[in-house]
Nanobody, 125 residues
Framework: QVQLVESGGGLVQTGGSLRLSCAAS????????MAWFRQAPGKEREFVAA????????HYADSVKGRPTVSRDNAGNTVHLQMNSLKPEDTAVYYC??????????????????WGQGTQVTGSS
């Protein structure tokens, strides 16, 4: 059974950085694309970033391009999202998602079957 567990959210000052982690378990993720989505209060879920577990380039949403970086820790079966220069509009619940045999450009939530429970990130000025 695939399980994704996010961590690392909290209160972050405007201009600061956040680093979120997603611990994946339950199977081999070598063929998976892992993505980050977020949902702000009163807004629809929004794609942030995705990358293939096997490596290669990552894909980022235009709304955040230049600020996030995705990485993975193969030994710990964990993927990370680092985002710099935080803005108040980055306040949201951030979700990790995974699905096999997807390109890293897969940016629709419906393309992913596996989701974490989310972690709250709150920007403060």
């Amino acid at each position: 059974q695939v399980q994704l567990v996010e961590s690392g959210g909290g209160l972050v000052q405007t201009g600061g950085s956040l680093r979120l982690s997603c611990a994946a378990s339950g199977r081999s993720f070598s063929t998976y694309t892992m993505a980050w989505f977020r949902q702000a209060p009163g807004k629809e879920r929004e794609f942030v970033a995705a990358s293939r577990w096997s490596g290669g380039s990552a894909h980022y949403a235009d709304s955040v391009k230049g600020r996030p970086t995705v990485s993975r820790d193969n030994a710990g079966n964990t993927v990370h999202l680092q985002m710099n220069s935080l803005k108040p509009e980055d306040t949201a619940v951030y979700y990790c998602a995974g699905e096999s045999v997807l390109p890293c450009t897969a940016a629709r939530g419906g393309q992913y079957d596996y989701w974490g429970q989310g972690t709250q990130v709150t920007g403060s000025s």
